[in-house]
């Protein structure tokens, strides 16, 4: 019988092969992050940036929309029809720019990011601000070449290359409401845990100890240490590939929870690539849907699962066994500890509840700098303004925690910082549905049953990759598209409930 769909298949011979390629350079920025000795360091870099080159040039191959044609015109199901989609989408935004841009925006970027690295510490907002305008006057070249091409506004068009299908009118329109809400719940909260004094920990909480119980935390939930592997790094990430997932964390002797809650957090992002739909690996469907989306599944573990009651009485025996008993270990207690509410200067910092102010701030300048309504200069000033408008903080004259504070917009990530907060949303929602699905989820939790939160997880939104749109997956997830009234709901019922 003959092949009914041969250009298909070379398709995704090539996908396949660029998979391969994106598995060693995975594998080589790891050991250069956690392993390697400094002399190592130069040849390295040279020899990442050939396979870059090698991998750009596989992406960027000519041939590929002839092939894309025909391969329309083939006998595909579904599936390949899903597949089709993705590579002609990853495609489009690898060569929507000329290469001379692409090379000023990484000369601008590296020399900004660079700089960034002592000015911030330094609280140099001027000398920042000679590398950041170059930056921001590419980012509005880069979108406004995309916006031409796509026909989406220029912001849009820069959110899309992390987060398919989203609208900055749909985003105003869910953060809109959030600045409705979101700061009289911050004070209500503050308020109310201002009369609960719970136990501090007792340090200091040894390195080996916090590791234990982060291989701990990670069996109990459920990532496959036969497909990957943490370690240790100063900035932590989650790299590899699904087959071989790389975590890293950093541990600090003061505080346990920090490393504790990021092991969760990088888990939740593990475990979602870690079973992704394994029969089309290397397959643009099978990559993850989204950012929103894969910080969904983060936050479903680190927020939604973690921080509640259930959970927290798992963790509580695991502590005690690492570091020795001690009154904070307290269930009651220690849940308290990991729900304190309070509102600070930096995001990654920031609890639950005070994160999406970050976000919405962000959001809100961002999408004017890029849409030319205001200039790099008034940044600082809106800055003041509204994190004393969202958080009560006052920021003037303290650049280094302010807007200085973040390496996305020296690296010109324009269009990110949305995906934080979707994802929080996204997460309410899938517990949302959870819950209806599972009323006994809470006790389930608790006596160590997980089961039900990643079955479902597994089923609706890891092992569909990228098949759906991300309305269509949460629509067949959850009955309906990104819904921001759970994030509300969960938020009321966690902290003023
Ligand atoms: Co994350």
């Known amino acids: 019988m003959s092949n009914p769909h041969p250009t298909y298949e070379a398709l995704t011979a090539h996908y396949t092969r660029l998979h391969r390629y994106g598995h060693l350079q995975a594998m080589a920025w790891w050991d250069q992050a956690c392993n390697m000795p400094p002399k190592g360091q130069e040849a390295r870099a040279a020899a990442l940036a050939e396979v870059a080159a090698l991998i750009h040039r596989m992406r960027t191959d000519p041939q590929l929309p002839q092939q894309f044609e025909r391969a329309a015109q083939e006998p595909l199901d579904d599936a390949q029809r899903a597949n089709l989609r993705e590579m002609q989408r990853e495609w489009q935004s690898d060569n929507a720019l000329p290469e001379a841009l692409v090379q000023a925006k990484t000369l601008a970027t590296s020399r900004c990011e660079h700089a960034w690295r002592t000015q911030r510490p330094a609280n140099d907002w001027h000398g920042f601000l000679e590398n950041f305008r170059p930056v921001l006057r590419i980012a509005r070249e880069e979108a406004a070449l995309l916006s031409a091409q796509n026909g989406l506004r220029p912001y849009d068009a820069l959110m899309d290359r992390y987060e398919p299908g989203m609208t900055s ?15 009289g719940l911050i004070a209500r ?27 701990e935390l990670m069996a109990l939930l459920h990532f496959d240490f036969e497909a990957g592997r943490l370690d240790e790094s100063a ?14 964390t950093r541990y600090r002797e003061d505080d346990f929870v920090q490393s504790l809650m990021g092991t969760i957090h990088e888990t939740g992002h593990a475990r979602y690539e870690q079973n992704l739909p394994r029969e089309l ?26 921080r509640s009651p259930g959970f927290v ?11 020795g008993a001690q009154p904070a270990f307290e269930p009651g207690n220690l849940h308290r500890l990991l729900t304190r509410v309070e509102p ?33 200069e008034d940044i600082p000033a809106l800055w003041d303004e509204k994190m004393q408008s969202l958080l009560g903080v006052d920021t003037r004259g303290n650049y280094r925690d302010g807007c200085m504070q973040d390496v996305h ?42 089961a039900p939160v990643f079955d479902w997880l597994r089923d609706n939104i890891w092992l569909q990759g990228s098949r759906w749109t991300t ?9 309906e598209p990104l819904n921001p009234a759970h994030f509300k709901s969960h938020l009321e019922s966690r902290y003023l409930g």
Do not use: N
């Open 281 to 306: 690996l290397g397959q643009p469907v099978a990559l993850a849907r989204s950012m929103a989306i894969h910080e969904s599944q983060s936050l479903s573990f680190e927020m939604q699962l973690a």
């Open 189 to 215: 909260v503050v308020e109310r845990q201002s009369r609960e004094r719970p136990i501090e920990a007792q340090g200091p909480f040894p390195k080996a100890a916090q590791r234990a119980l982060s291989l």
């Open 344 to 376: 600070g200067f930096i995001r990654v910092d920031a609890d639950e509840v005070t994160y999406p102010a970050h976000v919405i701030l962000r959001f809100e300048i961002e999408r004017a700098l890029i849409e030319g309504d205001i200039e790099a």
């Open 313 to 323: 009485e798992l963790i509580a025996p695991l502590l005690r066994k690492h570091f």
């Open 169 to 183: 009118e749909t985003v105003e329109r869910v953060f809109g409401d959030l600045r409705q809400w979101l700061p």
């Open 235 to 248: 900035h932590p990430f989650s790299g590899g590939v699904p087959e071989d997932v790389r975590l890293t």
């Open 471 to 479: 309305d269509e997956l949460a629509q067949r997830a959850s009955g």
């Open 409 to 450: 917009w020296p690296e010109a990530l324009f269009g990110y910082f949305p995906c934080y907060t979707l994802g929080a949303m996204y997460a309410a929602q899938w517990f949302a549905t959870l819950r209806r699905g599972t009323p006994d989820l809470d006790a389930r939790i608790a006596s160590g049953d997980l």
